[in-house]
């Protein structure tokens, strides 16, 4: 299996609302990643998850906030999102170890803030 | 901190004409190199990398990117573009930082559109 599972694909939710990303890998990866695209721009990192810890944080606002249950799944819970935070959100996976390693990304979820 | 240029936003050509899209990138220690393709409504594909070794690397769709590390470029070539090639190209670079993981650091993309 060498696939990036990530649910909902699309997710509309209004500012007040609680919502989750999810985000599943059987590779075996210990490293998992959250990019955000906004429309014709590239992701950008948000959040990097090296055996289940968080390593880094790209000065993310708080209202999202990222959880790795296991090494296995990745999640991303959003609350009192603005509009500007409509974008693709990605999902990555990648070896983590001594030297580099290619990070294979999910289809994303496409969210919308109204 | 790292950074990638892709000089070429928006690139058009006709179908069999030759393809090179730029890539630039800064960054004073190892670097691993990639492209990515995203066609329209899907999600990112990788095309190539280079880790180590030839720095003439062939990816997938007939693809090929040469590492020239004196000029800190990774530029992706095709002979014959296809209709098919018209999407979203990023190149990215990786490069740990301080053990915490790898970041990729994405180039703003190129734009292809090919005219069939």
């Known amino acids: 299996d060498t696939e990036v599972t990530q649910t909902p694909k699309h997710l509309v939710m209004g500012m007040t609302n609680k919502k989750s990303l999810k985000c599943e890998q059987h590779?075996?990866?210990?490293?998992m990643y959250w990019y955000k695209q906004k429309a014709k721009k590239p992701p950008e990192l948000m959040f990097v998850?090296?055996?289940?810890?968080?390593?880094i944080n790209e000065s993310v606002p708080s209202r999202f906030s990222p959880e790795c249950p296991n090494s296995s799944l990745l999640n991303l819970h959003l609350h009192a999102l603005q509009p500007e935070d409509s974008a693709l959100y990605l999902c990555?996976?990648?070896?983590?170890?001594?030297?580099?390693?290619?990070?294979?990304f999910g289809p994303g979820t496409r969210l919308t803030v109204l | 901190a790292q950074s990638v240029s892709q000089h070429n936003h928006h690139v058009i050509l006709s179908e069999a004409a030759s393809l090179e899209l730029g890539c630039n990138y800064s960054?004073?220690?190892?670097?691993?190199l990639f492209w990515y393709v995203q066609y329209p409504g899907q999600h990112l594909q990788l095309l190539l990398k280079?880790?180590?070794?030839?720095?003439l690397v062939k990816g997938i769709k007939g693809f090929e990117a040469e590492f020239i590390k004196s000029k800190f470029s990774f530029n992706l070539r095709k002979p014959s573009v296809q209709w098919s090639d018209t999407a979203e190209y990023f190149c990215a670079v990786n490069a740990r930082r301080n053990n915490a993981g790898n970041m990729l650091t994405f180039g703003g993309g190129t734009r292809l559109m090919v005219k069939p």
């Open positions: 590779m075996g990866h210990r490293a």
């Open positions: 990555a996976s990648s070896h983590q170890g001594p030297s580099y390693n290619e990070q294979f």
């Open positions: 998850y090296s055996y289940e810890k968080l390593s």
């Open positions: 960054y004073g220690g190892t670097v691993n």
């Open positions: 280079y880790f180590s070794g030839d720095p």
